[in-house]
DNA sequence: AGAGTGATGGGACCAAGTCGCATCACTTAG
DNA sequence: CTAAGTGATGCGACTTGGTCCCATCACTCT
């Protein structure tokens, strides 16, 4: 595979972050993107399907991973044990450059609608993975979910923290899906 | 206020309907839109955003709704409750027109990665809507954080139920929420 | 040296969305 | 009854996201 500069991925993905993050996601063009990368609009789409997901890239390894994670967890483990199987099983992808970057990179998001937009998407995408992965180890439609939705606010508030703090990730998953699971315990119906 | 032909935003969505149902989401232009309505692209971009809104009116009205049912729940009720108490208080809106579009408009979402993606955000929205609401009745944010997941994840079980049989959405609503609620309490942690 | 391959450049093109200005239907003051 | 005012609409120019097709370049392998 020929190649002249390479990383052209890599490239757009900092240009992108860089100019969003100096004058906003709207205030930028597709175009400025690919010029500061050294490349063109054309190769832009060729790295990426539309201007927001230079953001969001990497995430269909994610989903490989949350159904190994899952389809891996031992025999007569819960729904939710399966869970967190999935959650430790991405914290391979969370490395200290993704770190360092994750502060800007959420900022940016929040700052733009098209952006949520998008990171909703995403986070619904992981649920409905996770559900679908349950299932086909048998737990009930209902049972997986709960589990899937509850596994997904830990993997948000799991992220947030391990931005903060570092360290292993599935560590921090660990911590946050327990605490979930404590507080959706506790919830008390109507009566 | 001047006016000639009266109901340009009902027209509007009902012809997008229309067409979406007719050739596909991607295949229909918004000019064609207003063309049916028999509007011009200018007013369409007048009384909706976006191309996708069209498919989402009304739900600004959801979150007013949302939070007046959490603030008005009793005094000493707990998070789960004050969101029964939310998604009761929607209820009025789910008319029997809404009910007579609402599966061709899950299946023109359902289709489209854009749509589902404004819809994962408008549910993201609810949540977020809940949580604050939630915060302000001095619950614990972690609490709030998996009552309004909880909550939402009950919001679209109900309302695929209700297409289905239709009646009152907050009876079924108050059903589903107890279901969720149930299987919540019953997932087992790791150990 | 020459054919093949994969990544890139370039330009034409369409549709989404914005903007400013003219216009029309209708209301209300005089 | 006329004239000014108001809100909704029409219109056209413009930017940008995104698609498509074709030429080109760097590199590999025979």
Known sequence: MGRWEPDARERLVRAALDLFSEQGYENTAVAQIAERAGLTKSTYFRH???????????????????????SGAPEGAGALVAVEGALVAIAVTFTEERRANGPRRLAVIAGNDELRERDALKMAGFARTMVEALERRGVAELDAAVAAELGVLALRRGYGEWLEVGGDFGEVARRTLEEVRVAAAALEGAE
């Open 48 to 70: 990426f399907r539309d201007k927001r997901e230079v953001l969001f890239g990497g995430q269909d390894e994610l989903v490989e991973l949350l159904i190994a994670g899952i």
